[in-house]
């Protein structure tokens, strides 16, 4: 069983910064990939931005140039860093990981970025 949890979520001004950090844990043979998704109220879940254990990138065309997804192998550890947020990037934000062993992925329950206009 591997554990995902979310962080640094919280209220931030239009044009405002926050990093957000993920972490796995428990039974890891070796992480994959991880990456960040979103869900706004009433919308689907949707892609942020992912990376692999080789380091490739991802992003959703809506955040390129303002966020940035970096990891740590080591640590199991993702994180995304937001900056010139929009009030439309309020959302809940989830964080997944792929397990090789398992083939499995799996998911955090989510930290909440709410940007005021």
């Known amino acids: 069983q591997v554990h995902v949890v979310e962080s640094g979520g919280g209220l931030v001004q239009a044009g405002g910064s926050l990093n957000l950090s993920c972490a796995a844990s428990g039974s890891i043979l070796k992480i994959n990939a991880m990456g960040w998704y979103r869900q706004a109220p009433g919308n689907q879940r949707e892609l942020v931005a992912k990376i692999t254990s080789d380091g490739d990138t991802n992003y959703a065309d809506f955040v390129k140039g303002r966020f940035t997804i970096s990891g740590d192998n080591a640590k199991n550890t993702v994180f995304l860093q937001m900056n010139s947020l929009k009030p439309e990037d309020t959302a809940v934000y989830y964080c997944?990981?792929?397990?090789?062993?398992?083939?499995?992925?799996?998911w955090g329950k989510g930290t909440l970025v709410t940007v005021s206009s």
């Open positions: 997944n990981a792929y397990e090789v062993f398992d083939e499995m992925t799996y």
